[in-house]
């Protein structure tokens, strides 16, 4: 097994959305990369993706002597993991595609190379069951787009080994990545489950009338988001009690919180209500495209980043 710090080879299995980011990643940390994707288009898409993204990562986490054209495409996943050390696998999100693909790899994977799985939700213990080398699989579940957002959730199915766990936590982090061990296995993992429930109740305002798509999300993003990304929730609570901290907030508003649980219903997803998400996105959107949104997300986003790297270093 090679060392989580000093993996220099990767393989990215699967290039859509999440796969072409990784790659980009990847690549911006000085690795030779591999990869597959059944969609022969997908090579150009992960050029185009790598071009568009590179600018960023000069911005937020390039190792000097990166290149973005330290890659190829393979015709096989067999081949994409001959020689790679570690594998991030970004396949459709379903089970019958993972383990078929894990089949193969079973086979393939050199003796040592560790493989990561990007499923926002798949438990991994259904995933590697059966297989000879189910020890070396764990989650590996980032955010998207993962050049840009550190957080990493690792997680171990019920046959990987605890030294899988560990070395993904280390690789992960030697990567610039913000690692987080989920110590048992849940449908969604950690982050998903929060957005979640947070967005349950965001659809809950909307169908119940609370208050418009474009009001929820001012809610949020102008709000408690803010204090999110600097802190997380219970942190941000700590400080909600003041000089008493959470003692003091938990006497002053336990029962307030209870009481709103209470109250709190799951919403039906009915057309009626993603008629409204969807009308209510549009006219949020005041015209702009898929790309001028990115864009002004990323306007916000990129300083945050680099903003939290700055604080981190200091720390
Ligand atoms: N999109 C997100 O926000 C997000 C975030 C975190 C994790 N994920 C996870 O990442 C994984 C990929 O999601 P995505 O959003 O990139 O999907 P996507 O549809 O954008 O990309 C999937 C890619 O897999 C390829 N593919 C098809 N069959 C395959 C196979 N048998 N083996 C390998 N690749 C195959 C497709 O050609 C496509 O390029 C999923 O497990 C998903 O849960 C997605």
Redesign the pocket.
């Known amino acids: 097994m090679t060392q989580p710090t000093e993996v220099t080879r990767a393989a990215v ?9 990784w790659a980009a990643w990847f690549l911006a940390r000085g690795m030779m990369v591999t990869v ?4 022969p288009e ?1 090579e150009a ?1 992960v050029r185009r993706y790598v071009a568009e993204a590179w600018p960023a990562m000069q911005r937020i986490g390039m190792v000097p002597g990166a290149a973005p054209d330290t890659w190829r495409f393979c015709a096989t ?1 067999e081949d994409a993991v001959a020689e790679a050390q570690f594998v991030q ?5 379903r089970l019958e ?2 383990r ?2 894990y089949g193969r790899l079973d086979r393939a994977m050199p003796a040592g190379t560790i493989l990561a ?6 438990l991994m213990s259904e995933m590697q069951a059966g297989l000879a080398s189910a020890a070396r699989f764990a989650v590996g ?6 050049h840009l957002i550190p957080l990493v959730e690792v997680v171990g199915g019920r046959d990987t080994s605890a030294e899988t766990v560990q070395w993904c936590l280390d690789f992960y982090r030697h990567i610039g990545k913000k690692a987080i061990h989920i110590r048992k296995e849940a449908r969604g993992h950690l982050a998903n489950r929060l957005q979640a429930a947070l967005w349950r109740e965001a659809v809950s305002a909307v169908a119940s009338g609370l208050a418009s798509v474009e009001d929820v999300d001012t809610a949020v993003s102008a709000g408690p988001g803010l204090r999110w990304a600097a802190m997380g929730p219970h942190m941000t609570f700590h400080l909600g009690g003041g000089e008493g901290g959470m003692p003091h907030m938990l006497h002053q508003f336990k029962p307030a919180f209870e009481a709103w649980w209470a109250t709190m219903t799951t919403p039906e997803l009915s057309e009626e209500t993603c008629r409204q998400l969807i009308e209510g996105v549009q006219a949020e959107a005041h015209g702009r495209s898929m790309q001028e949104l990115v864009r002004d997300r990323d306007a916000v986003l990129l300083p945050l980043l680099e903003l939290k790297a700055k604080q981190d270093a200091g720390a």
Do not use: C
């Not at 299995?13 to 072409?20: F, V």
């Not at 597959?36 to 969609?39: M, Q």
């Open positions: 299995l699967g290039a859509g959305t999440i796969g072409a980011s597959w994707d059944p969609r997908a898409y996943p696998e970004n396949a459709p999100e595609v993972k078929e693909l799985s990007s499923t926002s939700g798949l579940h980032p955010f998207n787009p993962p």
